[in-house]
């Protein structure tokens, strides 16, 4: 199993960036997927997540009404749009792949990750 994430860079705040989650190695569309972020010295947390099918599509409040998440299952891939970006979605930000849990309440497990991708938002 491998999860490879990308397209993270600087962009100023306001700006948007569309990150990649390339998998391989397993059956990507039989796997809710999620994204986590770490922000420095703090702990991680998750940003959004999505169903097998894509169908359904969960945020946190933080960065609802501004992060999409979607998927490709023909090309084995996860993305996350970012847009109106603040200085407070600075972060490392990986995929993972969702081995057991429940939306809601939200309580996952996970048992792959990817190396993550940094996003730093700032002027």
């Known amino acids: 199993v491998q999860l490879v994430e990308s397209g993270g860079g600087m962009v100023q705040p306001g700006g948007s960036l569309r990150l990649s989650c390339a998998a391989s190695?397993?059956?990507?569309?039989?796997?809710?997927m999620s994204w986590v972020r770490q922000a420095p010295g703090k702990g991680p947390e998750w940003v959004s997540g999505?169903?097998?099918?894509?169908?359904?599509?969960y945020y946190a409040d933080s960065v609802k009404g501004r992060f999409t998440i979607s998927r490709d299952n023909a090309k084995n891939t996860l993305y996350l749009q970012l847009n109106s970006l603040k200085p407070e979605d600075t972060a490392l930000y990986y995929c993972?792949?969702?081995?057991?849990?429940?939306?809601?309440?939200?309580?996952?497990?996970?048992?792959?990750w990817g190396q993550g991708t940094q996003v730093t938002v700032s002027s």
């Open positions: 993972a792949r969702v081995s057991r849990g429940t939306w809601y309440p939200l309580d996952l497990r996970y048992d792959y």
């Open positions: 999505i169903n097998t099918g894509g169908g359904s599509t």
């Open positions: 190695g397993f059956t990507f569309s039989s796997y809710d």
